[in-house]
């Protein structure tokens, strides 16, 4: 039996891609900075107030994109430009959805092509808001106010905490 699970184990090394190497310094890094940048998230949203329990599962997009800001500091898929230029283009797509499709089944296909076909367009390719403009099809949300909050504050506590994460960055590289 040990013989078959180590002989698993290596099967899924040599299939599995190799993990990046990460200091102590940048798993701290990731780590408290997401964490960090859901709890404002999370405090902006109960100060708001007004969100429905679907609604908040919006938060899970903005711990998606906030996890990807603190890895890939680089990318320009996460920068602040094009956080807030898909994510507001996402959610607008979505209440579209909303407002014209009565069938989620029909709305999230809809929501998931119109997004991704305008980043496409205004390249501002940012992949955790397709999974927005999902969220906001199956919460029903179809009020425009729902861009400026959660989406545009949300957004704004992204692009502040990309910000900070560069400032650190460069701050311990000397």
Not at 29 to 47: D, E, K, M, Q
Not at 57 to 65: K, P, Y
Not at 66 to 74: D, G, K, S, T, V
Not at 149 to 155: A, T
Request: with cysteine; glycine share 6%.
């Amino acid at each position: 039996m040990k013989n078959i699970f180590n002989k698993l184990i290596n099967f899924f090394n040599e299939i599995a891609p190799p993990q990046g190497q990460y200091s102590w310094f940048d798993r701290l890094r990731v780590s408290i900075g997401v964490g960090l940048t859901i709890l404002v998230i999370a405090f902006f949203n109960h100060l708001w107030g007004d969100m429905t329990q679907d609604e908040n599962m919006v938060t899970a997009v903005f711990g998606v994109s906030a996890l990807c800001i603190f890895l890939f500091p680089n990318s320009k898929f996460f920068s602040p430009l094009t956080l807030i230029e898909a994510n507001l283009l996402a959610s607008c797509v979505a209440f579209i959805c909303v407002y014209l499709i009565s069938s989620i089944s029909v709305g999230i296909p809809v929501a998931v092509i119109g997004t991704i076909v305008g980043m496409y367009l205004l390249g501002c390719m940012h992949p955790p808001a397709v999974f927005l403009s999902i969220f906001i099809v199956m919460a029903g949300t179809n009020s425009y106010d729902f861009a400026w909050h959660p989406v545009l504050v949300d957004s704004l506590v992204l692009v502040l905490a990309s910000f900070l994460n560069k400032a650190l960055i460069k701050r311990s590289l000397g």
